[in-house]
């Protein structure tokens, strides 16, 4: 057996690790809490107003939203502008239907080295995260990611 091949089957059998928990208020005054999704799948996007493949992205996040709020699925955008009245205006420009919280390089840090934006993770019912996503993701990966983590219909 190659070392590749050990290591892949290491890998896939390391079990998932906690996602880092906050809790911030969204733009409308709600406090959200990492911790009072559980039971649900959450797509956690890092990404700010600046981003063009971030603004392209956030469209087809309001379309998974809305086909698998039903199933489970609970979109939750990050934003890591400096700016709030800016994110404010972005999330009324595309009516975003998920809660948009204002982060900082530290709540980054703690998920990670984000370099670039945006950055998503999906994080299962029990808040450990399965996959991240650097960069623009084709969003039939990510809905290939969450479908077998859904309720069934």
């Known amino acids: 057996m190659t070392s590749a091949i050990v290591l892949g089957i290491l890998l896939a059998a390391t079990p ?8 911030l208020t969204d733009l409308h005054g709600q406090k959200i809490e990492l911790t009072a999704y559980r039971g649900h ?3 956690l996007d890092f990404w700010a107003t600046w981003c063009a493949p971030c603004r392209s992205e956030i469209p087809r996040l309001i379309d998974l ?3 698998y709020r039903a199933r489970g699925l609970r979109v939750i955008g990050i934003s890591l502008d400096d700016d709030p009245a800016a994110v404010r205006a972005f999330d009324q420009e595309f009516k975003m239907n998920y ?3 204002i982060g900082d390089a530290a709540l ?10 945006p950055v998503m993770f999906v994080i299962d019912q029990d808040g450990r995260i399965r996959a991240r ?3 623009e993701t084709d969003m039939r990966a990510i809905e290939r ?3 077998p ?4 219909k």
């Open 16 to 23: 998932p690790a906690q996602a880092p928990s906050f809790a």
């Open 41 to 43: 799948v959450v797509l």
């Open 65 to 67: 939203q809305t086909k």
């Open 99 to 101: 809660p948009v919280v």
């Open 108 to 117: 980054a840090a703690r998920y990670g080295r984000i370099l670039g934006l």
């Open 133 to 135: 996503y650097d960069g």
């Open 145 to 147: 990611a969450i479908a």
């Open 149 to 152: 983590l859904l309720k069934a």
